[in-house]
């Protein structure tokens, strides 16, 4: 599905990531942890597209060549990213926003809009299944929004968009454990033989929740480490000083 | 910044095509023989023409502003050619020149028969001269006078003589002092007591001849009881000289009654350098005269090379109420000062001010306001709220609110906020599947919401893809 050969990621300048290598395939959940500055996010933007991040080398995704398309053409292909950070846009209401993007990338891929009947209900049982309030609809893109509300409103997006790679960063933190479980709850939702997902984490407990096939240790801008679940288990309890230095 | 928006921002002004027709032009510049030859070519009384004398020698008295905050090469006066009309008189649509047909076509100016139905009448201003009138017959009917000012003056002259710089006085400022002096036409509509009229109205001004300075005069009248909604929107070929638009319009409410002013100016803004477009000094002022009247102004100003306007209300009538809502889009090298007054005179009268700045690119926008109480306006109230928005690195947004309160009891709010579409504004949308310019079509339709609902239906729709059109590729 995916295949990062040979990846250099630099910002302003400066590199951050070096000849990575990371192979993705349908159904499968990777796990980047690593400590802070050693580029998790960096490679979730290179692989989203984003204006930050210049990239090198070699990045496939289902045939299509990633690093020469712009953000919104790989989000056409199905690449979605959940921001650690929701950016706000004041002005523009969330159900307006969603509405535009569904339909954006339905015209993108030759579809009909979807109609609005359509939209809400699918949009009603999906916010109900989140346990969303639904005054967010009414509100400007993560204006105002609380830190659970902004992730939720992640998921909520990620659930309409009906992406194939899901690239989730630091969707679990800020959270309180109840909103953790209906986040959890939404990735797996959208969990098949054909959905991947890249998650970049400090923390083993989202992973108590949503089953991860591979988790990676990022060092420096490389792949140093790469085990089951059962790894992150290990960082929790030992540490990444320990667990480096006995590898 | 991003290629996409250098390649739209780079698209030529997409109405910006001249029609070849005959006119007959004034020689260059201005003095008494110019002003007579335009007061003789329309045919006016002798009154007019001493008006306009008057005013002659009261501008050339003057002084050009230069408070603003814009930037221009002075203007030369006697390189103008202050009358351009179209040669042939004609008395229905047949006779219209084909071509003049086909530039109001590709403006999509509604004139045929088919646009009845949608319910709009145009009195079509293509120079100076109206061409032709539409719908005029349905209108009498219900007593409505809908006509260019020039028919107004030999038709009406009781009610223009009553109004005519009643709002704007001949000497109001240098620019309107001009059009007093040599005005070519414009709109006249009067809507007499307890009549609502039945369908928007509409002009199309459109600066046609080469090096023809475009003056219009527009006088609107509501009688108690009455409303109007009148819509004005603005488009001009492109070209390399400047081009100079001084125009007046003046509104007055009697007793009860509502005019709903709205304006769409699309005139050619010069080229990223800022060589060539319109300069576009205005002004526009609305007296609600008797009490319990409103006037409420509404304009998106996308065009022009240089724009300096303040649609203004005083409100004389106790609970009158003024309304402005403004979007300014100032991209390329396009300067804009504009604003609005409101001049609380009548108890418990109250104002909205709403103004929106949007600068991309190299553009200058300024908002220039003036809020003033009189001692006799008890209980007034005004809101401000002046937004700007900035696109990229080289624009500018200034705010100049003046706040002149002489009454106690007077209520003022003022809100203003400057923000920036951001580069991570943009990538979030775009891992949404939504386009950058969608994105800042998006974004900026979200920011001048408020303004763009005051529009009428039709016209929010043209307003809106205007707003994109202006900014596709401005932003970066």
């Given amino acids: 599905m995916l295949t990062i050969k040979d990846l250099e990621v630099s910002i302003a300048g400066k590199e951050v990531i070096k000849n990575l290598d990371l192979e993705v395939k349908p159904g499968e959940a990777h796990v980047i942890m690593g400590l802070n500055g050693t580029g998790k996010s960096t490679l979730l933007k290179a692989i989203s597209g984003s204006h930050e991040t210049s990239a090198k080398g070699k990045m496939n995704f289902l045939g299509n060549d990633l690093l020469s398309m712009s953000a919104d053409e790989r989000a056409v292909e199905g690449v979605f990213m959940s921001f650690q950070n929701p950016i706000e846009i004041p002005g523009v ?62 998921i909520l997006q990620m659930m309409m968009l009906k992406p194939k790679l899901i690239l989730l960063d630091e969707i679990d933190s800020g959270l309180d454990i109840d909103a953790l479980k209906s986040v959890a709850k939404g ?34 801008g490389k792949i140093i480490k790469t085990g089951d679940s059962s790894l992150a288990k290990e960082l929790e309890d030992r540490g990444y000083e320990n667990v480096l230095s006995s590898s | 910044m991003s290629s996409s928006i250098d390649k739209i921002i780079n698209q030529e ?9 005959q006119t007959e032009q004034a020689p ?57 009309a179209p040669k042939q008189n004609i008395a229905s649509l047949d006779e219209v020149d084909p071509q003049i047909l086909e530039t109001y076509k590709k403006l999509g100016i509604p004139l045929e028969e088919q646009k009845l139905l949608a319910g709009v009448a145009v009195d079509a201003v293509f120079d100076s001269v109206s061409v032709i009138t539409t719908f005029s017959e349905k209108l009498n009917e219900q007593g409505i006078i ?36 040599v005005f070519t036409d414009g709109t006249f509509a009067y809507i007499p007591k307890n009549v609502k009229c039945p369908m928007e109205l509409s002009t199309y001004f459109r600066i046609n001849a080469l090096n023809s300075g475009q003056f219009e005069r527009t006088l609107i009248i509501a009688d108690e009881g009455s409303y109007v909604s009148y819509n004005e929107g603005c488009s001009a070929p492109m070209r390399d000289e400047n081009q100079l638009h001084a125009a007046v319009v003046e509104l007055i409410t009697l ?80 300067q804009a000062d504009t604003g609005s007054k409101m001049i609380h005179i009548g108890k418990n ?19 220039r306001g003036l809020v003033k109480i009189r001692p006799s306006a008890h209980k007034a109230r005004n809101f401000t709220q002046c937004d700007s928005l900035l696109i990229g690195p080289s624009c500018a947004a200034h ?31 775009k891992t949404r599947g939504i386009s950058e310019e969608q994105a800042i079509s998006l974004i900026v339709n979200g920011f001048c919401k408020d303004v763009l609902n005051q529009l009428p239906m039709e016209f929010a729709v043209e307003a809106k893809a205007l707003l994109s059109l202006s900014l596709e590729g401005s932003v970066g």
């Fill in chain 2, 349 to 367: 009268t109250s104002s909205t001010i709403i103004s929106k700045g949007i600068s991309a690119m190299k553009g200058s926008n300024a908002y």
């Fill in chain 2, 399 to 429: 705010t100049y609110p003046y706040i002149d309160a002489k009454n106690p009891s007077a209520q003022l709010e003022h809100e203003a906020t400057t923000s920036k579409i951001s580069d991570e504004q943009l990538f979030y949308a």
């Fill in chain 2, 255 to 334: 007793k009860d009654a509502e005019i709903k002013y709205s304006t769409i100016q699309n005139w050619y803004p010069g080229d990223i350098d800022g060589n060539g477009g319109i300069y576009n000094f205005v002004t526009k002022r609305g007296k609600c005269l008797g009490d319990n009247s409103k006037i409420s102004w509404t304009q998106v100003e996308t065009g022009a090379a240089i724009t300096w306007k303040y649609p203004s209300c005083i409100l004389l009538g106790d609970h009158s109420r003024g309304e402005f809502y403004s979007v300014a889009i100032t991209s390329l090298s396009q």
């Fill in chain 2, 13 to 21: 002004y997409k109405l910006g095509f001249e029609t070849d027709i």
């Fill in chain 2, 146 to 181: 809908f006509c260019s000012i020039s028919e107004a003056i030999k038709h009406h002259p009781e009610l223009v003589q009553k109004y005519l710089a009643s709002v704007v006085p001949m000497g109001d400022n240098y620019f309107a002092c001009l059009n007093a002096a």
């Fill in chain 1, 93 to 154: 209401n969330t159900i307006y926003f969603l509405k535009t993007a569904i339909n954006e990338q339905r015209k993108s891929r030759q579809e009909e809009e979807l109609s609005s009947p359509v939209f809400m209900k699918e949009l009603q049982e999906k916010m109900n299944f989140l346990e969303i309030d639904k005054s967010i609809l009414q509100r400007s893109v993560n204006v105002g929004f609380s830190g659970g509300e902004k992730k939720k409103s992640e």
């Fill in chain 2, 28 to 84: 260059l510049g201005l003095n008494e023989d110019i002003i007579s030859f335009i007061s003789k070519k329309k045919d006016e009384p002798q009154w007019m023409l001493d008006w306009r004398l008057k005013a002659y020698a009261k501008w050339v008295k003057m002084e050009e502003p230069l408070w603003a905050h814009v930037h221009h090469p002075p203007i030369d006066y006697q390189k103008i050619s202050f009358y351009s």
């Fill in chain 1, 187 to 220: 990735i797996n939702a959208l969990r098949d033989a054909n959905t991947s997902l890249i998650i970049v984490t400090h923390y083993n407990r989202l992973l108590e929740y949503v089953k991860a096939d591979y988790v990676h240790i990022l060092h420096e």
